[in-house]
């Protein structure tokens, strides 16, 4: 399985973006698609996760209400929908699958695959 993420980049604070990662390979339509994020010397954290059908989603605590997660099974790309967001939310994004037929990634021991990375920079 191949995750290409895209969409980074800077925006000011209160702003918004929106992160797109494709996924490929045989059995990535059958994977839950989610969202880590990683800070410069912090460790890698979960932002937001899909399940393969049924769009059953899971977020962090501090992104609820802000965040929003989407899939397009026949583009097989997840979508990241990012608003009001804050300079402390500057990090590297990383699209991530977990295994196939499971409800979510949200545990960070279940990714099986990483995408490139993309950095969003939230300006003050």
């Known amino acids: 399985v191949q995750l290409q993420a895209s969409g980074g980049g800077l925006v000011q604070a209160g702003g918004s973006l929106r992160l797109s990662c494709a996924a490929s390979?045989?059995?990535?339509?059958?994977?839950?698609l989610g969202w880590f994020r990683q800070a410069p010397g912090k460790e890698r954290e979960f932002v937001a996760s899909i399940s393969w059908k049924d769009d059953i989603t899971y977020y962090a605590d501090s992104m609820k209400g802000r965040f929003s997660i989407s899939r397009d099974n026949a583009k097989n790309t997840v979508y990241l929908q990012m608003n009001s967001l804050k300079p402390e939310e500057t990090a590297v994004y990383y699209c991530?699958?977990?295994?196939?037929?499971?409800?979510?990634?949200?545990?960070?021991?279940?990714?099986?695959?990483w995408g490139q990375g993309t950095q969003v920079t939230v300006s003050s």
């Open positions: 991530a699958a977990g295994p196939s037929v499971h409800l979510s990634v949200k545990d960070i021991r279940l990714v099986h695959y």
């Open positions: 390979g045989r059995t990535s339509s059958t994977r839950p």
